[in-house]
């Protein structure tokens, strides 16, 4: 039986202030040693008070902006009660009734077709702590007892929640990868799976029969785009298999299993009321005036899908150019900048996207430590476009540039590589110098055994590496294959 997935997300994202949501601790806490980052309103000390973060109710508004969502002038904070050993006040501080935004949207791309996929609301709250189970083999099962770590706790965080507009695995992944990159463009969150700065809660149910919606389960622990992916492929199967038997589903929330590639029960489903929600007495309503919010419209950047369009347009690029360069401002930025400093611009966005990006893997850098800077870079392509120089010389000159400063000029010295083409009588010369160095080559192009080309392609990279960068590809093919039409007569 064919029954429609339906899938809403639960995406949380640490905001970037340098301090936390109630207090003034930093928000710093990788790699520090545990219980440092606190104070006594983070750690929930009687009769202290929460000071509220203006910098992430400002954060949280940019992100709303930027889902389209309508930013409210009147928000109010609550308290979810539930007590757990991270949370050092048994409640979390949070936004239930009253959110920060609401009624946005995000269009992803997914199977070569346009998705919008609605946005509930966006709300501010604190985060927790962080449990230590510590056992003998690392495993986080069996310890005897856990340490608590609350360096983490009332960090910033933006929770967005989407309508269950999502019906694949792949689109969830796809959201979840547009909805990073707009935290990025924005500068609200660096949006690190691997760090927890960004974490994902998925609810999935299949359609009933009769087309009603179905028992809806949560899904937690997964820690990145992969997993995400896999867990709801899994989650999906599993229900089928319960319901194609007669079974039920039960409403619970599950964890993801990577390792075994299954989700566990962890407890039944919390609803509102599990939660007590009740006001937070401690914290006055945030208040954000129509002045205000146009304030932030005005401070909001280009976002993704606009430079993507402008891309497009400007230079001329193809969708899989466009996407690959915008998919970070930084890489946007610096190809703008080649392209700004007179390079061509469709060659320069081949070099950014295969070469730049090939040199940076191997090197393990992003672009921002990239040291080939973007004058030097576009200086290059335009050789290279001109056939001053080759796409073999030229990868090797980038890959120099990329490990040690220096200017293109002491690149091309370093390499043996000259500015200007090597001259017809001299590239002649060559070509006859390294014929006379393969005879055997030579005889099986000439006795017409080379049907597929190979031997004469040979000849010709042997002349273009003779010439470091000097020789023009095309004039190298043609005077080749004129002496071998000549010796032939």
């Known amino acids: ?195 927890g700065s960004l974490r994902v809660d998925a609810n999935i149910s299949l359609s009933n029969a009769d087309g009603s919606l179905g028992t809806r389960v949560e899904i937690k622990n997964m820690n990145s785009l992969k997993a995400l992916e896999r867990a709801l492929e899994y989650e999906i199967s599993r229900q089928n298999k319960v319901l194609d038997s007669g079974g039920r589903i039960v409403q619970e929330t599950r964890l993801w299993d990577d390792a075994e590639g299954v989700t566990r029960s962890m407890r039944n489903k919390e609803t509102a009321s599990d939660y007590r929600y009740y006001p937070e007495m401690d914290l006055a309503p945030i208040v954000i005036g129509d002045e205000e919010i146009e304030g932030y419209k005005a401070g909001m950047p280009e976002l993704p899908w606009e430079k993507r369009e402008r891309f497009a347009k400007s230079f001329g690029l193809s969708g899989e150019e466009v996407s690959i360069l915008t998919e970070q401002k930084e890489l946007a930025a610096y190809y703008e900048a080649v392209a700004a400093a007179g390079a061509p611009t469709a060659r320069a966005a081949n070099w950014v996207r295969m070469e730049v990006l090939r040199v940076l893997n191997e090197l393990g850098q992003d672009i921002s430590d990239f040291l080939v800077k973007p004058e030097a870079l576009a200086e290059l392509v335009t050789k290279i476009e001109n056939r001053e120089l080759s796409s073999t010389i030229g990868k090797e000159i980038l890959d120099l540039l990329a490990r040690e400063e220096m200017t293109l000029d002491q690149a091309l010295e370093r390499t043996g590589a000259r500015a200007g083409r090597m001259s017809g009588d001299a590239l002649g010369e060559l070509i006859r110098r390294i014929m006379s160095e393969q005879p055997d080559v030579v005889e099986t192009i000439k006795s017409g055994q080379d049907k597929k080309g190979a031997k004469l392609k040979f000849l010709q990279g042997l002349v273009m590496k003779e010439a470091r960068g000097q020789a023009d590809p095309k004039e190298t093919a043609g005077l080749l294959s004129k002496f071998f039409a000549e010796s032939t007569k």
């Open 1 to 195: 039986m064919t029954r429609q997935i339906v899938i809403g997300l639960e995406v949380h994202l640490q905001l970037l202030t340098k301090t936390k949501l109630f207090c003034s601790c930093s928000t710093d806490y990788i790699g520090h040693t545990p219980n440092t980052n606190v104070c006594p309103v983070c750690l929930a000390v009687p009769g202290t008070l929460p000071l509220l973060n203006d910098g992430a109710v400002a954060l949280a508004s940019r992100m709303g902006l930027g889902l389209r969502c309508t930013i409210q002038n009147y928000s109010t904070f609550g308290r979810k009660n539930y007590f757990y050993a991270d949370l050092a006040k048994a409640y979390q501080i949070t936004q239930y009734e009253l959110p920060v935004a609401t009624k946005g949207y995000l269009d992803i791309e997914c199977d070569e077709r346009t998705k919008r996929v609605r946005i509930h609301h966006l709300h501010l709250e604190e985060d927790a702590g962080k449990l230590v189970h510590p056992t003998a083999d690392g495993r986080l099962t069996g310890a005897a007892y856990s340490l608590v770590d609350y360096n983490r706790g009332g960090v910033p965080l933006t929770e967005v929640v989407s309508e269950p507009d999502i019906s694949t695995p792949e689109e969830a992944k796809e959201y979840v990868v547009r909805l990073r990159q707009l935290a990025r463009y924005l500068d609200v969150s660096d949006g690190e799976m691997e760090s």
